[in-house]
Structure formats: C-alpha cells, structure tokens
C-alpha cells in the first residue's frame, strides 16, 4: 500500500472554506489600506543570503531556510571542509540564497534598488508568506502570511495618525473590540535616563513589557538581576504604575522627564498624535471608534523602533498582539543608503482568522461561493439551462450547473454540503412555459420565474 503523502512540520493546507475566511481578511485590510493612499507591492520568495544574513540578529540567521544552490552545489567543498562540518561555512558555499524571513528586510532592499523610481513619501502595502525554521507550535508556524504597511520618506506624525485610523478602521469592519496601546521609544529612553541607567533601557524596557504576564514583584525582581539598584527601582515604580487618562498620563511623564531632552521630545510626538486624532473626530477624546491607551510599559523591539510604537488587542477573546509597528528612523540603512525615515504597522492575519473564529464573525456572504446550482435533468434539460445560467452570470451571479445527470438526492445533497442558498430546476412543464424553479435551499420555498425574474431575486 502506498504510502500517505505528507506536508512539512509548521505548514498547513487551506480548504475552501478557510481560504473564503482568509480572503475575507486579505480584502478587508487591503480596501482600507487603499483608502488612505497606500499601493501594493510584492518582493520574491527568494532573496540573496547577503539580503537576508546579519539583519534580524544570531537567533534569526539560525531561523533562516537556506536554498541549496542548483547543480552540483558541493564542486567547491574539499573533503576536510566535509569531514569539519562546520555548518556556517559549508552553508556558505553551498546556499546563496534563502527563503525570506519577514516583509521588513525585503522591503528596505526593494526601496533602496528602486529609489530613482519611487515618489517620496511612498506609502506601500505588502501581503505574502514569510518562512522561519522555528520549533512549531500552536500558534507559531514555519510558513505564515504578513500583511504590512509602510510610509517611508516622511517624518510627519500625520502617518502615525492615519496608520491609528487604519487600524481602527480595519478592527471595526471586522467588528472586534480592541484596544490600541501606543508609547514612544523616545520616552522609554527618558525614563532609563532620569533613573541614572541609561545603559539598561532595554534590560528595563524587556522586564517592564512583561508586567501583565509576571506582575510588579517578579520585574521588580529581574530588573534587580539585570544591575538595578534598589533606588533606581524605587524611581521606577510610579512611572511603571502610573495611572489616569492619556492626558493626565502625558502631564505627570512630562514633569518626570523634565530632564530629558528626549523624553520630553517623546511626550511632546504623543501629544499631537493624540491631539490631532481628537481634532478630527467630532468632539470625543479621538475620532477612533477604539480605545487609545497611553502604555509606558509597552516596548516592542526597541533595537529597531525609534518613535512612536503601537500594539493592538482584541478586547472579547484572549488572544496576544494582533497588530502592531512604529517609527523607525533608518530602514534603509542596513543597505548603505542611511537617513530615511519611516513607520509602518503589522496586522497579524493567523490571530485575526483565531478571532474572528472564536467570535463568529464572519459574515455569511463571504463564506459563500456559489449563489444558485442548477440542477443537470439530462442533455435537454442542460441544452436549455446553458443560455439562463450565461445570462445568470452576466449580472455576476456566481452559478454553476452540476455536471453530470445524477440522481436529484445527489445533487441536492452537492447543494447542502457547498452551503449554496438556491438551486434551480428545470424539466418539462418548466421549459415548455419558458420558465424555471426556484428552490430557497433554507426555506424550502419554491417559485416559478422567468429568466429576469430569477436574475432579480438572485440579485
């Protein structure tokens, strides 16, 4: 007996109905990122190790899938590199190119390739698979799809606040309560700073983001073992815990960091994201339908981020972070071409589809595929049914005819197992009056019409 076929461990298939979901999700984000200007790009699967090595730090060139080169790729190995195995250097010489790891990398070298061709500031769209050789698990997979968004060539905060109405707006067309949480990098660096530790913002910042999960006294307790002292965690404490409205959060982070030209460089950028957002709406503290939360304690990469930050939570299921991004000041830089800035958000499509499932939220219509089957009573019956289901899909009807005269418990059955709402039949008395039936799969209701009449109902 042969032997099953397979996948590889961290891939997954999608059947109809989670590629109906994910399209859902796909379209939902990408209409709203049109809105606001934002124009599609894709980038290969493939990029050049000399892309890929050295840009997401030691653990993530170990994540990378390395791509064998084509043809005899161990001509230039010698039998003591062999009998060395040394991993790194054969990996070298064989592989010069690898499977991208994230859309961020791709996107720099596509921006710096293309620069002569962009119009500045250039607001782009990116949604594709991504590859890491990490261990699987629930939730974390080796494939999985990205859906970013970028503009690059602009310092305005008016990008941060149209990226805040993006993510509100896409989370309210999904009809999920989140919360967004936004700080500034520039503030976390004032704090380090006004607490005589400047050197450990981000053993400061990795133990703080890690509050909701371990609770004051376990980060009180690592911030210890990473060199704090006693005082400087004293000093922290308020800041960690501070409490009010955004506006009341922004007045007390001022006066603690009135020593710090970069902290107060940071209240002063959160200040008009959230001031303009309230400008726009119509009299309430912002124009999102969402929460906007002022959080000192939310990190987020702080290697790569160098503004303002924001993270997005579903409010009704426990999930993690389903969106997410900043500011960053040198995207480009990685690739000699140093000082442009950017910001850009991450929507998480795999936690949206875990929402959006545990919620119930997808509407019908977009699970369905076909509208109308109509029902195959043999080579007259079809000869007849051919001309209507042409004109049923002139008007954008999606209607199918089953191909083969089977019985009617078969093709009925077809009907219910596709979710299809309408089914139309057509024999004798049908054809001889000029008509057909239709059948509300539902209900059970049964109508006789003309062709028109069944374009207008089925519209």
């Known amino acids: 007996m042969a032997q099953k076929p397979s996948i590889p461990k961290g891939t997954r298939d999608f059947g109809p109905v989670e590629m109906a979901k994910r399209n859902y999700i796909f379209n939902t984000i990408r209409s709203v990122y049109e809105l606001y200007g934002f124009q599609q790009i894709e980038t290969p699967a493939q990029e050049t190790l000399a892309t890929l090595m050295g840009k997401y ?26 009998t060395e195995r040394n991993t ?25 390739m293309h620069r ?27 494939e999985f799809y990205q859906f970013d968004g970028d503009v690059v ?14 993510v509100d707006t896409v989370f309210t067309r999904f009809g999920v309560r989140v919360q967004i949480k936004i700080n500034n990098r ?30 004051i006294d376990n980060v009180n307790a690592e911030l210890r073992e990473d060199g704090l002292t006693d005082e400087q965690i004293q000093k922290l404490q308020p800041i960690i815990m501070l409490e009010g409205t955004n506006e009341q959060k922004l007045n007390t982070i001022a006066e603690v960091l009135d020593s710090s030209e970069t902290g107060l460089k940071g209240v002063e950028e959160l200040r008009y994201i959230l001031n303009t957002l309230g400008s726009v709406g119509s009299g309430s503290a912002t124009a999102l339908n969402n929460e906007l939360q002022l959080d000192l304690t939310l990190a987020r990469g702080l290697s790569y981020y160098t503004g303002a930050i924001f993270e997005v939570k579903a409010l009704d299921t426990p999930m993690g972070s389903i969106s997410g991004g900043g500011r960053y000041d040198n995207l480009t830089g990685i690739f000699g071409m140093p000082g442009l800035s950017g910001v850009g958000i991450s929507f998480g499509v795999d936690r949206i589809y875990d929402v959006l499932n545990a919620l119930d939220l997808y509407p019908k219509d977009s699970l369905q595929t076909t509208q109308v089957l109509f029902i195959n009573f043999g080579e007259k019956e079809t000869a007849y049914c051919l001309p209507i289901i042409n004109k ?19 093709q009925m059955s077809y009907a219910n197992a596709k979710q299809i709402p309408f089914v139309v039949l057509a024999g004798e008395s049908e054809m001889e009056a000029g008509k057909v039936t239709l059948k509300n799969m539902e209900t059970g209701e049964q109508v006789l019409v003309s062709p028109d009449e069944l374009i207008a109902k089925l519209s």
């Open 57 to 82: 730090g030691e653990e993530g060139d170990k994540l990378l899938f390395k791509i064998l080169n084509s043809g005899d790729y161990l001509n230039k190995i010698d039998d003591q590199e062999l």
């Open 88 to 112: 790194l250097r054969l990996a070298s010489k064989i592989c010069e190119k690898g499977l991208r790891y994230d859309l961020t990398v791709p996107f720099a070298r596509y921006v710096v």
């Open 116 to 142: 002569e061709e962009l119009q500045l500031p250039f607001k782009r769209y990116q949604v594709q698979p991504v590859w890491r050789a990490d261990r699987p698990q629930k939730g974390r997979y080796r």
């Open 153 to 166: 060539g602009s310092d305005s905060l008016l990008n941060e606040v149209e990226l805040m109405q993006i």
């Open 186 to 215: 520039k503030i976390l660096t004032g704090i380090a700073e006004v607490i005589g530790a400047a050197d450990k913002i981000v053993d400061i910042t990795v133990a703080i983001d890690k509050l909701d999960k371990i609770g």
């Open 392 to 410: 049923v899909r002139a008007q954008g009807i999606r209607a199918e005819i089953y191909p083969d005269g089977a019985k009617m418990k078969k």
